[in-house]
């Protein structure tokens, strides 16, 4: 787990010349706009509830001993729910309208590494795959949700909210490593084989949305060129694995 988790950040070494060499930067320009302007409806939208969802929390506390405290321990409290819930929903639009622009690009990686020979894999429209984008972060944005919301509640209990934390992280690192692999997965594997491929290559996943989180805290830079990145990287390790597991096949 550990080694699959480093490889998937290691991978965003070479992420951007290997862009820069394939000339990849023009298939990009679409999504990162997606990713930008979405950004700006997600954040700024949690901007304006944190406070409202923070006051709505302060009303449990009914007594007026430590009614300050409580209170702003529940402005933070909203703010961390709106920020997280909202980078969930962030990441989960962007990859899903972005599948039919970065799916071809994913390809473009493949026969580079690959070559030209003739691929053994399937071949789908732009409205396959933006139906296949929108299927697969829909499911993961509903799991996501089912183990954050917990999470988040475990905030208000001391210590074991810097657990918690941790947890949240590596939950919200997983899935966008999911969304970013599923780019080349989509070609190679129906649905449920694709996610079934993810579980066993959890590590990976992890390490490629380690990256694709921190890369959301750089004001405006990191929300332009998260994609780019991470669906480089992320196709690249993803390569590895299948052409790895294909020789293994052939050798038996």
């Not at 009303?59 to 920020?83: Q, R």
């Not at 997983?174 to 079934?196: C, P, V």
Request: hydrophobic share 50%; aromatic share 14%.
């Amino acid at each position: 787990m550990i080694k699959n988790i480093t490889l998937g950040i290691t991978a965003y070494f070479n992420a951007f010349n290997l862009i820069s060499k394939l000339k990849l930067w023009k298939y990009f320009a679409i999504p990162m706009l997606i990713s930008f302007f979405t950004a700006i409806l997600i954040f700024g939208a949690a901007y304006t509830l944190s406070d409202n969802i923070g006051g709505y929390i302060s009303k449990i506390w009914i007594w007026d001993w430590g009614h300050k405290a409580f209170t702003s321990l529940s402005n933070f409290i909203g703010g961390l729910i709106v920020l997280v819930v909202g980078l969930i929903l962030f990441k989960h639009i962007i990859m899903a309208l972005s599948a039919p622009f970065l799916s071809p690009v994913s390809e473009k990686i493949e026969i580079h590494f690959m070559g030209n020979k003739q691929h053994n894999y399937r071949a789908t429209t732009f409205i396959e795959q933006l139906s296949r984008g929108i299927r697969i972060n829909s499911r993961n944005l509903f799991k996501e949700l089912i183990l954050t919301i917990p999470l988040l509640l475990l905030k208000f209990i001391p210590i074991i909210n810097i657990f918690s934390t941790i947890i949240l992280f590596t939950i919200q690192a997983y899935y966008a490593g999911f969304g970013n692999m599923d780019y080349t997965l989509e070609r190679h594997f129906k649905y449920k084989e694709s996610i079934k491929f993810v579980r066993q290559n959890r590590g990976l996943a992890i390490g490629n949305g380690i990256v694709f989180i921190l890369f959301l805290l750089i004001p405006i830079i990191g929300v332009i060129l998260v994609l780019p990145l991470s669906v480089t990287a992320a196709t690249t390790r993803t390569l590895e694995v299948l052409h790895h597991k294909n020789k293994m096949v052939n050798a038996t």
